[in-house]
């Protein structure tokens, strides 16, 4: 494989659906290359079960065009749908059947070959954890148990591409750090799709994010994009007697300041300097009293706020 | 890929609780005329021998089966067919086929063969009950295998419409009704006529179905049928592709 472009795995264009004349989803585009995971970012409501389910070809799209691995999704379902696996928010569990029986079936259902299947089903049970539960109905399997499942039928296949929908919900918290490693090694050698609404789940598993709201894109870059909207270095800092903001802006390496509450202040440092240590001590000297002081990072709905916020500047200035 | 989702259908139809238990009751109706059609054989078989030409066994205990069997398929199969695809409505698990490398014709039709090997098994062991008879005396094949023939196409036809009507809905109990309202319909749809040649008997299923309790295999009767399952397969093919344009 070539080094410098990795091949697209999904290359969707203009995507739009509504439902009875309201609109789900708006002009979206994706593009995921091989070894890449993209976060789907947004709150409940805002389009990405919707794009997730036309990707996997569950919803036909009102318009626009899905390519995965080359092939086109809406003129030939079945070759496209062989790259792809697919976890729904609600895993698609058989619960009468035995795990080993499901796992064989969503293998054979994915064309894999009859005398490879026993193989594919337990690499995909020892990826997942499953290795003990082979044997057992999928219905007395526990939450956390059964989403390993239905991340397994994702993945019994091969696929280049993997999309799955809120695959940490309903986790507990040891759980959630095996699925997140599970897809972080998912990543390396093909493209994994992750919706979530989970602001650290995309920065601790994804290399770029798209967030959505109200159906269409508002913000598509790297992590490290995200950071910077989140308040990059900024320090949040609290001062029960505080001093006035010129005071606080002349600590050296602060570059500004400026008020976020009664008691709290935001301090954005200028390039390379540390002013923290500064604050402290000069807390201590002038008794400002300092209580707080920590990375000052906004919260998704925050981001949310400030991402739509700007959306509607933009149309209020091309009016 | 049929087979494989037509495995699956069967294996589910014989994990839950509700086949087995419309299996046992089939059986024991069945099993129950057959014993009383025998006892009647046996009381009149001697005044029988005074005939010139008396009907056998075949005609007195074996085809009357056949033709209860055909009223219990009538009620019966509604009944296994309404999960088919409500049920993986209902649980969501409908997206584990939609985004199989399959089409929604290989989704339908491995189904409805899933539920059709089911149905065969009574079907069969009605035929097991009649050919037990040839033990005590001897029996006629022809008759006994066009029987066979006419119930499978029935149960396959009512299995058919069953699918159907379980794409319709994410309620397994409206699609049965759906499925006992539509087959009892075209049932009995004749009786609202006497003229044997009118548009309303051409549809009847039970008009279709008497040639083969008398030992006729006609040909009208299977086109018929194929024309009745293949309509309703496609129906329930195009109900699918609807749902993922419609969402």
Redesign the interface.
Known sequence: MSEPAPPLTLDARALSRSFAGRSAVRDVELKVSRGEVLGFLGPNGAGKTTTMQMLTGNLSPGSGSISICGVDLLERPVEAKRHVGYLPETPPLYKELRVDEYLALAARLHRVAKKSVPGAVTAAKERCGLGTVGRQLIGTLSKGYQQRVGIAQAIVHEPDLIILDEPTVGLDPNQIREIRALIRELGKGRSVILSTHILPEVESVCDRVHIMHEGTLVYSGTIDGLRALRGGRALQVGLREPPPLAELAAVPGVGNAEAAGAYLFRVEPNDGADPGEEIVRRSVEKGWRLFQIGPAQASLEEIFAHLTQREEDNAEASK | ?IF??AA?EL??LF??PLAWVVLAFFQLILAWIFLSRLDAFLAIQSQLVALANPPGATEIVVAPVFAIGSIVLVMAVPLLAMRLVAEERR?????????????MADVVVGKFLGLLVFLLIPVLLIGVMGAALAVGGRLDWGLVLSNLIGLALLAAALAAIGLYTSCLTAHPVVAAVAALAISLALWMVNLATSDPGSAVSLVSLLKHFEPFTKGVVDTASLAYFALLIGLFLLLAIRRLDAD??R?
């Open positions: 890929m494989t989702v699956k294996k589910s994990a839950s649980n969501q698990t409908m997206t584990f086929l939609l985004s199989a490398p399959i089409s993922r344009l969402g």
